[in-house]
C-alpha cells in the first residue's frame, strides 16, 4: 500500500500562487508516474499535470503556460507551482501515484485531495 498526502492548498486572490507537495510514501519498488488531478464542485475530476519517471511532462491546456509540475525523486514527492491563479482553478487537487511495490505489483494511489479556492 502506498500513502500519499498533499498539502499546501488555501485561499487565494486572483493573480496570485500556491504551491502544492504530494508525498508519497509506504510500498514503492518504483514510481513510474506522479501526477496532479482537480475536481471542481459539480464537474468530473480531470488532468491537471503528470510528470513520468522519464522525466516527460504533460499539461492541460487550461493550466499549460501558468503552472508546472516537478519532482524530488528522491523524497518520492511532488510538487505542484501555480501562478496567475484564475476563479476557476478553484476545485479540489488530488495527487495521484502510479507505481510498483516491492514485489512488482502494480499500484496506483491517491490521496485525499488538497482545496484550492480562488477568490477575491
Known amino acids: 500500500q502506498v500513502h500519499v498526502v498533499e498539502s499546501g492548498g488555501g485561499l487565494v486572490q486572483p493573480g496570485g500562487s500556491l504551491r502544492l507537495s504530494c508525498l508519497a510514501s509506504g510500498n514503492i519498488g518504483r514510481i513510474i508516474s506522479m501526477g496532479w488531478y482537480r475536481q471542481a464542485p459539480g464537474k468530473e475530476r480531470e488532468l491537471v499535470a503528470t510528470?513520468?519517471?522519464?522525466?516527460?511532462?504533460n499539461y492541460a491546456a487550461s493550466v499549460k503556460g501558468r503552472f508546472t509540475i516537478s519532482r524530488d525523486n528522491a523524497k518520492n514527492t511532488v510538487y505542484l507551482q501555480m501562478n496567475s491563479l484564475r476563479p476557476e482553478d478553484t476545485a479540489v487537487y488530488s495527487c495521484?501515484?502510479?507505481?510498483?511495490?516491492?514485489?512488482?505489483?502494480?499500484?496506483?494511489?491517491w490521496g485525499q485531495g488538497t482545496q484550492v479556492t480562488v477568490s477575491s
Open positions: 510528470s513520468t519517471s522519464t522525466g516527460s511532462t
Open positions: 495521484n501515484i502510479n507505481s510498483y511495490g516491492s514485489d512488482w505489483s502494480f499500484l496506483n494511489s
